[in-house]
């Protein structure tokens, strides 16, 4: 079953697509041309030479950035990227130029303000004889969405170190997929180790005693229905 973030994931995909062919559609256009196209849209769309310095960016690229527009064309990528992320962007731009196929990839921005983190989606700009002159960027922040996971993923060892220490046992059923967590403490108390038992929903039937069975699997029901 397709989950709800790779469902978005692929919208997102599908958008990104759609506004490279627009670029495209206009590469043959001349800088000026590009720079007026692009600040209609509200992604972060930059450009810059195959020597890696910006030429033109559009008004979400400032904005994202937090400079005004002439302080960011002619300075190198490399002052808005972290040094530990300083060769992945030179290995993706050679990649780029050499296959001249679209390249997408997580990365991080420095912004005057803080550090975004991103995902950066390449494509090449050619001259009317095929010549590549630029690498254009799209940026789609997804800061917000790294650090809800991150939340998430502390949320969850709290909640782990809070079961142990009370030393309950924890299933949680996933009913949509039928995937089923149980916890190391839960495997315990019925006399089994971490690794022992499979995390499927019928190890869970399996141990209701078979008076209880059917009362059990009704209010398991009603719960749902409710």
């Known amino acids: 079953m397709t989950s709800t973030r790779e469902l978005h994931e692929s919208a997102e995909r599908s958008r990104r697509d759609t506004h490279l062919t627009k670029y495209h559609a206009h590469s043959t256009y001349g800088e000026q041309s590009c720079d007026s196209i692009l600040d209609v849209l509200a992604t972060p769309i930059v450009f810059k030479n195959v020597q890696g310095q910006f030429t033109g960016c559009n008004n979400a690229f400032a ?16 002052d808005f990227v972290p040094p530990k992320d300083a060769q992945t962007y030179e290995a993706m731009d050679n990649r780029l130029l050499r ?8 990365t991080e921005f420095l912004t005057r303000f803080d550090r975004r983190q991103v995902i950066v ?7 009317s004889s095929g010549c590549i002159t630029h690498i254009i960027s799209e940026i789609f922040d997804i800061s917000a969405r790294k650090q809800a996971e991150s939340d998430l993923h502390k949320s969850m060892e709290r909640y782990d170190l809070a079961m142990r220490g009370a030393n309950d046992g924890l299933w949680d059923w996933e009913r949509t997929s039928d995937r089923v967590y149980y916890s190391p403490r839960w495997k315990e108390i019925i006399g089994y180790r971490g690794h022992e038992l499979p995390n499927s929903i019928e190890e869970w039937r399996s141990r209701i005693h078979p008076d209880d069975y059917d009362r059990t699997m009704k209010a398991n029901d009603a719960f749902f229905s409710s």
Request: proline share 3%.
């Open 63 to 78: 904005g994202f950035l937090g400079y005004e527009k002439s302080e960011i064309i002619g300075r190198p990528c490399a």
């Open 99 to 106: 296959d001249r196929e679209i390249v997408e990839y997580e």
């Open 121 to 127: 989606r390449k494509s090449v700009l050619s001259d």
